[in-house]
């Protein structure tokens, strides 16, 4: 078995001994044949302009290769794949499998490379080309050859340069087909002698056609407008073909598809045979109805623009680049004078010569540079030499390109709208002087009742500087009283609501330094020019004097009836001729003639005028017209009786609202017993200066506010010699601080007599102090002061010890108040406290000692808030923790809690001062308080706090019964009254009352801070 065995495996020994001998034997001759077709083929592979190279087909390794292949990386020995493609030729996928698994052959993965298509190129007969490979930068044909059943030649053809050539050529064709489509630009070639003709896309969309279109000389025509065709007929036969000359020719057709009339230009050129006849026609063919339309529109708009410019009547012109003319329109050669022809090249300067000129040729220029816009105001000169305002507008135009060509400039001629500007400033002048020396105030408001302006006299009596502060203000900023500024806020409302006129409210109003005014108010509502109502205009009239007069008229309208009704005066009224057209009865009583005597003969007065006395009546008749002052002419008549009377001759001249001259109007009056009495007065005066001298009461007469007369007397009270008093101003012998109102007092430039009286401290020589109270009397005629001053020292000094007597008094009462308070009220309570104490010390009780002990808790209670009460009496805790506003409201709350009157309370005091002025205003406001709840029946208190600075402003005022302050003065009644003074002038303060019976009191408190 062993042989068996041995000679088995040595049998197939032997068989893979031959296979593998027959093997290396076939590889040999394989590579005998390479190597010989290798040597056959390598002058072909050299010979070769392109890469070439042999390659085997089941490994394709490279087994030889040319110069070139070399040059371009192709190295024998290696795969051609991984060699000479390198792995920029093969994909990522398949590079990545190449560098990794670099032993691997493309079989094995079925890679390629772009040069090489594998088995299809390799197994195709006779050959397999790859028509465009890209490597190394340029384009490639590949081509596979079979040489044997195992080799290929290999090689590339470089055609860089051919598809270079080729793609430019399609880009021109596409460019040109894009330009012709962009700009409908068709292209034609048109054969004479067939007549016929091929045309592009785009000529084919021009004339609205498609390829189904026969395309003829005559078919060219029909698309031609009927109104064209005659022209284009003529035109081609005649100067195309007949002059041999190129075509070109806008024209009309009539477009195929759509029947749409559309603008063409043809372009053409002739092609000519040896005989130089023309065969053929090139051209192209553009749509140009767009172009065509917007000419149309621009000649329109042009002719337009020429018309409007020649129509319009401001002057227009036009500047180059070089601020040179170009033209202008007719206005502007119509107002300077000058023709289109006359500026056209020539500048400002040119024309106007001067430094304005230079001024305004280089302002151009500026604007030409900076793509710049002005408007100004300027003056030019006319062409009738005169000047005119005017306002200026340039701005610059550009040309096609987008650059600035030059100016276009225009003005307005603004010299009537300056004038009445101007006008129009003076009238606004004007009547802002006329509203501030108005004798009246004015004020207009929008509507919300807010001030848009006054004149200076409603600002003045605002408490305001001048009329600009009122803007913006409201009825309830100024010192009004509340009630009034609701009243007029309420007629202002009215009268914008209703848009009617409201005439003559009689109003109250007070003003800054507290006096109260009557005013006759009329109000008339603002509107715009088309009727809406937009605000209020006021107009006040001070009737104050008047209201005081009538109130005084009502009080004696009786006595005045009776006087008026027994009148001596002689009233006539006469025309213009100097005849009487009325005539009072009162005539007889001073002439004895009667009324009717006068008016049948006009001349009556004169001829019983006394002759001494005729020069000066006929001199004051004609100079009546010229003086119409009202001064008093005195003459003397005959009376029926002959007796001589004085006549007191008053006249003036009467015109109508037109200003017309309709009369005289004369009074005449028996003044013989005043000048009898004048007479006695002249003898009376002497003794008057007599008396004066022997009287302890200072007289003195005074004009424009200097002494002119004083007795000794006057001299004695100011411890002055009497020359030294001669000729000294009356406001001198006054103590400084009350010298400006006294100066205010006396100054009188009333033309009716007043009588005025003033208690006033003065100073004398030796600087002492003296109380006076000073008698004036002012007598109109004369234009003097007539004073007696009586010396009112120890008086004023008995005063003072009757208020340091009422403060005493008052103080005692005070203590008495809290003495009984602690005695009745908190005494008892004390006692109480003491019996319930010891009774829960006695062994024996019905009550439990807790019970006992709890009581007296509750009555120690009790005894602190009496306790309390007295103390906050005394000094309230609210008053010194947090200030007099929040005390005095403290005060007004629990005292409206008992509902018996209303308090209104206004108070801008948000800062603590001394507390010494604090408690003196807080005592001062009870007082007053105590006194209205205790006689004025009133309903409404009225408390005002007002905080200015340098100074704290307290009012109060109530609308109960009032009462005569002076009476209850002059009574020593006022106890109250002095105790008030006396807290207020402690801390330097200064009130002022004002009361009079039915219309409550009202002070104001005024508390100076350091």
């Known amino acids: ?464 500087n001048n009329s600009s502060e009122i803007v913006g203000k409201t009825d309830f900023d100024l010192p009004w009283a509340d009630t009034e500024a609701e009243n007029y806020r309420a007629d202002d409302y009215q009268v914008m609501q209703e848009g009617t006129t409201k005439l003559h409210i009689v109003e109250t109003q007070h003003q800054q330094d507290g006096k109260i005014m009557w005013f006759d108010t009329s109000k008339i509502p603002l509107t715009t020019p088309d009727g809406e109502v937009f605000g209020v205009i006021g107009v006040s009239s001070d009737i104050t004097d008047r209201k005081l007069a009538e109130d005084a008229l009502i009080e004696s309208e009786e006595k005045y009836r009776t006087i008026a009704n027994f009148t001596d005066d002689w009233e006539y009224w006469l025309d213009t001729n100097d005849k009487f057209i009325y005539c009072s009865p009162s005539c007889k009583k001073v002439t004895g003639y009667s009324s009717d005597d006068f008016i049948q003969n006009p001349n009556l007065l004169f001829d019983i005028m006394h002759s001494d006395d005729k020069e000066l009546y006929l001199s004051h008749k004609q100079d009546r017209l010229l003086h119409r002052s009202g001064a008093e002419l005195q003459f003397r008549i005959i009376h029926l009786d002959g007796a001589i009377k004085w006549i007191g001759h008053v006249c003036q001249p009467v015109f109508n609202e037109a200003g017309d001259f309709i009369g005289i109007r004369g009074s005449n009056r028996d003044i013989t017993e005043r000048k009898r009495t004048e007479e006695k007065l002249k003898y009376s005066e002497r003794k008057y200066k007599l008396l004066s001298k022997n009287i302890t009461d200072g007289v003195f007469t005074c004009r424009n506010g200097y002494i002119e007369y004083l007795n000794y007397s006057m001299s004695r009270i100011f411890g002055y010699e009497e020359f030294e008093l001669e000729g000294m101003e009356l406001s001198q012998l006054i103590t400084p601080d009350r010298r400006s109102d006294f100066e205010t007092f006396i100054s009188v430039e009333s033309t009716t007599n007043q009588t005025n009286n003033i208690d006033i401290e003065c100073v004398r020589k030796d600087n002492s102090t003296v109380f006076v109270e000073m008698f004036l009397n002012y007598v109109a005629s004369e234009g003097l002061i007539y004073g007696v001053i009586h010396d009112i020292t120890e008086k004023r000094q008995m005063q003072e010890k009757q208020i340091v007597k009422a403060i005493i008094q008052t103080e005692e009462k005070e203590r008495a108040h809290f003495s009984k308070e602690l005695h009745d009220g908190l005494g008892p309570l004390l006692s109480t406290i003491k019996l319930y104490l010891q009774w829960s010390l006695r062994p024996k009780s019905n009550r439990s000692r807790k019970d006992i002990i709890q009581k007296a808790e509750e009555i120690l209670e009790e005894a602190l808030t009496a306790v309390k009460e007295i103390s906050n009496k005394l000094s309230p805790h609210l008053l010194t923790n947090y200030g007099l506003t929040s005390a005095v409201q403290s005060f007004a709350h629990k005292l409206e809690e008992t509902n018996t009157i209303k308090i209104d309370l206004q108070s801008n005091l948000t800062r603590r001062i001394e507390l010494e002025i604090e408690v003196a205003l807080y005592r001062a406001i009870i007082e007053c308080v105590n006194n209205t709840i205790k006689y004025a029946n009133a309903k409404r208190i009225y408390i005002k706090l007002n905080d200015v600075g340098n100074q704290i402003q307290l009012q109060y005022r109530d609308d109960g019964k009032g009462f005569d302050i002076v009476k209850i003065l002059l009574e020593k009644k006022g106890l109250g009254l002095f105790n008030l003074q006396n807290r207020i002038q402690t801390i330097g303060g200064e009130i002022k009352m004002f009361s009079k019976p039915r219309e409550g009191v009202n002070y104001h408190i005024n508390i100076p801070l350091k």
């Open 1 to 464: 078995m062993k042989d068996s065995t041995n000679s088995q495996n040595s049998s197939s020994q032997n068989k893979e001994n031959n296979e593998l001998s027959n093997n290396v034997q076939a590889k040999a001759d394989n590579q005998n044949s390479e190597k010989e077709l290798i040597a056959l083929n390598q002058t072909l592979l050299s010979s070769l302009p392109y890469p070439a190279m042999y390659v085997r087909r089941k490994d394709r390794i490279v087994l030889a290769t040319n110069a070139i292949a070399l040059h371009f990386g192709a190295k024998i020995g290696e795969h051609c794949w991984r060699g000479f493609g390198k792995s920029e030729f093969i994909s990522d996928t398949n590079n990545k499998v190449a560098v990794e698994y670099p032993s691997l052959v493309p079989d094995q993965f079925n890679v390629q490379c772009s040069f090489c298509q594998g088995d299809e190129c390799i197994l195709a007969t006779p050959c397999q080309n790859n028509p465009e490979v890209r490597a190394f930068g340029r384009i490639w044909e590949v081509y596979w050859i079979k040489v044997s059943d195992d080799v290929f030649l290999h090689y590339l053809v470089d055609i860089t340069e051919r598809k270079q050539l080729e793609a430019s050529l399609k880009e021109n064709e596409l460019f040109l087909k894009h330009t012709q489509q962009i700009a409908m630009l068709g292209t034609y070639k048109l054969d004479i002698s067939s007549g016929n003709w091929e045309s592009s896309e785009v000529m084919d969309s021009i004339f609205g056609i498609d390829t189904s279109f026969e395309k003829t000389i005559e078919s060219w025509i029909s698309i031609i407008h009927p109104g064209w065709r005659e022209t284009m007929t003529d035109y081609f036969s005649n100067e195309v073909i007949g002059k041999k000359s190129k075509f070109d020719k806008e024209y009309k057709i009539i477009r195929v598809n759509d029947k749409a009339e559309c603008w063409v230009h043809g372009l053409g050129d002739l092609v000519f045979d040896d005989n130089n006849n023309p065969v053929k026609m090139i051209g192209t063919i553009r749509d140009i109805t767009e172009r065509k339309e917007e000419q149309s529109r621009i000649i329109r708009n042009l002719k337009l623009t020429e018309v409007l410019l020649e129509s319009i009547p401001i002057p227009v012109f036009f500047l180059n680049a070089k601020g040179q003319y170009t033209g202008c329109n007719q206005a502007f050669t119509t107002q300077l004078g000058v023709s289109n022809d006359e500026i056209k090249g020539k500048s400002v300067m040119d024309l106007w010569p001067g430094e304005e000129s230079r001024t305004n040729y280089q302002s151009d220029l500026d604007l030409i540079a900076n793509n710049g816009f002005i408007t100004f105001e300027t003056k030019v000169i006319d062409k009738e030499n005169q000047i005119r305002d005017v306002i200026f507008v340039k701005n610059v135009f550009y040309d096609e390109l987008g650059k600035v060509a030059g100016l276009v400039g225009t003005y307005i001629d603004i010299t009537d709208r300056k004038k009445t500007e101007d006008a129009l400033r003076e009238s606004e002048q004007m009547l802002l002087t006329i509203l501030d020396h108005f004798p009246g105030v004015v004020f207009w408001k929008d509507r919300n009742s807010n001030y848009l302006g006054s004149n200076e006299a409603f600002a003045k009596g605002a408490g305001l």
